[in-house]
């Protein structure tokens, strides 16, 4: 039993409110102690609580994270048997699984359920529904609702513009994308560099390696994830030298890179032939860890 729930249960005749396990499975599942997590919902099923719309919602976007989308989609259907209502919230975080996980048909329809009950979108659910038009590569459609969002005086942010510029890149059309980063440096974003890490990841998906590099290096910003996804993709174009050497220089200036990128280099250079090389760059990390 996780250490903090058994701490419950020796304070006396307190009895945990549903409110109580909820914020446990919210913090169990955010620190990846999934197992726990579920230990605790097995248990509030078993206790005199009912689980409610907050507690469900809570199970089901921790399941969509750790990428469980089938069983977030089973809690879903379990919301909608015992006749929870969702709010915006809710619908758009079942949108986006069912997008990740390629049911676009089944995006839709839930979309379409959530304006016909009449929830008012905002923000959020606008960028959702353009993203759904940009994987349908219904661009047009994206971009007269993002005429029709400016004019009812919403703000398009950051992750409108990343997501229209993802849409452009996937239907092939790398030089409107480019066009639309120029026009987002013009506007007062505090930050183009959500949409700058999408337009890196997708020119190497679209072969483009090269120009990619020089992209990356005409960036003034870059984050773990741009440094991340551009290793990545130097990885699988088998470039294991240029990866090698962009992850030194992060190293250098104390800049992370996530373990699934590390792993891909040191498995490429590794299968390469290049043990000695694959020996002096694990030392480095080893050492990047200790000193950051």
Do not use: W
């Not at 949108?95 to 008012?120: V, Y």
């Not at 923000?123 to 349908?136: D, F, G, H, Q, R």
């Not at 047009?140 to 398009?156: Q, V």
């Amino acid at each position: 039993m996780p250490q903090c729930y058994s701490g419950i249960y020796n304070l006396g005749n307190f009895t945990p409110r549903i409110v109580t396990y909820n914020i446990l499975i919210d913090g169990l599942f955010k620190s990846g102690k999934l197992g726990a997590a579920r230990t605790i919902l097995k248990e509030l099923g078993e206790s005199d609580h009912i689980p409610n719309a907050i507690t469900y919602t809570t199970v089901m976007k921790c399941c969509f994270r750790s990428r469980q989308f089938e069983q977030g989609l089973e809690i879903f259907s379990e919301m909608k048997e015992k006749g929870y209502t969702y709010d915006a919230f809710t619908y758009c975080t079942i949108i986006s699984a069912l997008i990740k996980i390629g049911k676009i048909e089944e995006a839709n329809e839930c979309m379409e359920q959530m304006i016909r009950n009449g929830i008012e979108p905002d923000m959020v659910s606008y960028n959702t529904l353009i993203n759904l038009y940009c994987k349908e590569g219904r661009m047009e459609t994206a971009y007269n609702l993002l005429d029709e969002i400016e004019k009812e005086g919403f703000d398009c942010d950051k992750y409108t513009h990343a997501i229209q510029i993802d849409g452009l890149c996937k239907a092939g059309n790398i030089e409107a994308a480019e066009r639309h980063l120029n026009i987002m440096s013009m506007m007062s974003l505090d930050s183009n560099l959500v949409a700058f890490n999408c337009f890196l990841d997708d020119l190497c998906k679209a072969g483009q390696v090269d120009y990619a590099m020089k992209v990356f290096k005409s960036m003034e910003l870059k984050d773990l994830f741009t440094y991340s996804s551009l290793v990545h993709n130097l990885c699988e174009a088998r470039r294991f030298h240029n990866a090698s050497k962009l992850m030194l220089s992060c190293l250098r200036g104390g800049m992370k890179i996530l373990r699934y990128a590390q792993r891909a280099i040191l498995r490429g250079l590794r299968s390469s032939g290049f043990i000695g090389e694959t020996r002096r760059l694990q030392s480095k990390i080893h050492l990047a860890r200790i000193l950051h």
